[in-house]
């Protein structure tokens, strides 16, 4: 005998005998399993009720572990999965019949040997299919959705959705909380006084239908497998994978229930994707699944290689967005929002041609028709906004902590994951997923890449709660992001690349 194992139970016997099973599958011989439920519980059939559920979950267990052991090794070995298998997989995951471990193997598997194009589809349509599926039939015309795969400064949300729908596009969306480095749209809207982002499904359709816009939060039941799996692709190194990316990010808009969808994939170091080859897959990748399960998508491929705009937290970038709605907003902000824009309405078959869509959102951005589509907005949801003309209202900052260069000449890099990272120190993001956030905490940028500078002048300036534990460790960080020289350096492209099912265009 080579060993002997004592269980507790049926089920511990039968996961023990999977486990022996793996340890010594390079040998031949013989692993006997005691099941001692059936004579100690259900004293050999006395109990003939339990007996059979004992019976059936035993069945059910093994059936499980056995396949879930074969499209494990299907996938190591490079094989293509069905979508019986792919579905197999998922719905045992969420079901709790297949185990972590089993799972974190596949996701290996899937790190190494990725997916063809069709996996991609039936990867992400399980992940969809897992929960809740929204079905936005009441609401009258093509709804346009539109997802950002994370950025620094990213509050084009809060400036492209009020433009696009009081340019006649209808925009019912879905959105997050922080995510890494990268602050969330959720997280931003709460910093508005009275703000709800938490809806009924029937008060989010009835207020789409009303004014053509709502933003709000992502229930947990739309998706499910796709936070269970992503809690273990985050530890166990398989982020970073187009294909676990994709149908992460394509679940979720599918279950949403949109007719179209508008991405927008950053490249740059400030990205999830850093690379623009990585970044270019990842858009062709979620182009593909959209289509294939019959939605309107086009992608654009944008730049992070600094911060956008000049704020970085969340009342302060609720702020920056006001501004932009009123005219005075950061360049590079005002061209991303023109051409996500100007595909939102393309998509919504508001218009034909891209041109006159940009039109049509630089009309609306100068006539403050955008502003007061936000102020419906805040309206609707129960917030206050007064706070368009008093932004004195939003959290504020204890303190303003001025951070001054160290050197003379030109800005030639800003490094975007650092500034990310300084303003979480500080206190504008979160640790775990259950810190609360202050609002009122974040950085605001004075120089960008091709500003003149010399020492002394003002680099950024921190919205502090006033601990210093924090602000140290915050100004070297941000002191890290910064890159000098002596020669002037052109600012970053912003957009790189529109991608649809006809292919890219490269821009």
Do not use: W
Not at 238 to 252: C, G, H, Q, R, Y
Not at 288 to 296: C, L, T, V
Not at 466 to 494: C, M, Q, T, W
Request: glycine share 10%.
């Amino acid at each position: 005998m080579t060993e002997e194992i004592h269980t507790r139970d049926n089920m511990d016997g039968v996961d023990k005998t999977i486990a022996a099973m793996h340890k010594y599958h390079h040998q031949s011989g013989l692993i006997f399993t005691n099941l001692v439920d059936f004579d100690m519980v259900y004293h050999h059939r006395r109990n003939v009720e339990g007996y059979a559920a004992a019976l059936e979950e035993l069945v059910s267990k093994r059936i499980s572990s056995m396949n879930v052991y074969e499209l494990i090794k299907k996938k190591r070995d490079g094989l293509e999965l069905s979508q019986k298998e792919i579905g197999f997989l998922i719905n045992g995951f969420v079901t709790g019949q297949i185990p972590d471990y089993q799972m974190t193997a596949f996701l290996m598997a899937v790190y190494f040997k990725g997916m063809c194009d069709r996996e991609c589809v039936e990867l992400t349509m399980a992940m969809a299919n897992s929960g809740d599926q929204v079905d936005l039939s009441a609401i009258q015309g093509c709804k346009v959705d539109k997802h950002s795969t994370g950025g620094v400064g990213d509050k084009t949300t809060l400036v492209l959705a009020p433009l696009v729908a009081a340019s006649g596009g209808i925009v019912a969306k879905m959105t997050g909380r922080e995510l890494g480095h990268t602050g969330g749209t959720v997280d931003k809207l709460e910093s508005i006084p009275g703000f709800q982002v938490e809806l009924s499904k029937d008060q989010f359709v009835g207020i789409v239908n009303d004014i053509h816009l709502s933003l709000i939060a992502q229930t947990a039941s739309l998706a499910p497998a796709d936070k269970q799996i992503y809690a273990l692709r985050n530890v166990t190194a398989t982020v970073d994978s187009i294909p676990l990316i994709a149908s992460s990010i394509m679940s979720k808009k599918l279950a949403a229930g949109s007719d179209g969808i508008v991405l927008d994939v950053k490249t740059g170091r400030g990205a999830f994707t850093p690379s623009y080859e990585d970044a270019l897959e990842l858009a062709k990748t979620m182009v593909d699944i959209g289509e294939s399960a019959g939605r309107k998508v086009v992608a654009l491929i944008t730049g992070m290689e600094q911060p956008l705009g000049y704020a970085i937290g969340n009342a302060i970038e609720v702020k920056e967005a006001i501004d932009t709605l009123r005219g005075n907003g950061p360049g590079d902000l005002v061209e991303l929002v023109t051409e996500l824009g100007s595909d939102m309405l393309c998509v919504s078959g508001v218009v034909a041609a891209r041109e006159k869509a940009r039109s049509i959102i630089a009309e609306n951005l100068a006539n403050d028709k955008g502003l007061n589509r936000l102020a419906d907005l805040i309206i609707a949801q129960g917030g206050d906004s007064v706070v368009l003309d008093k932004t004195d209202l939003l959290p504020q900052p204890a303190q303003k902590i001025e951070v001054t260069c160290q050197a003379t000449g030109y800005v030639s890099a800003i490094d975007a994951l650092e500034v990310g990272l300084a303003a979480k120190i500080l206190g504008a993001g979160r640790k775990t997923k259950d810190d609360a956030i202050d609002h009122s905490i974040g950085i605001y940028l004075k120089k960008k890449i091709g500003d003149k500078v010399a020492t002394g002048d003002p680099l950024a300036v921190f919205y502090s709660d006033g601990d210093e534990e924090k602000i140290e460790p915050a100004r070297k960080k941000l002191f890290a992001a910064y890159s000098f020289d002596l020669n002037k350096v052109d600012p970053p492209k912003l957009i790189h690349a529109r991608v649809t099912k006809d292919g890219v265009d490269e821009l």
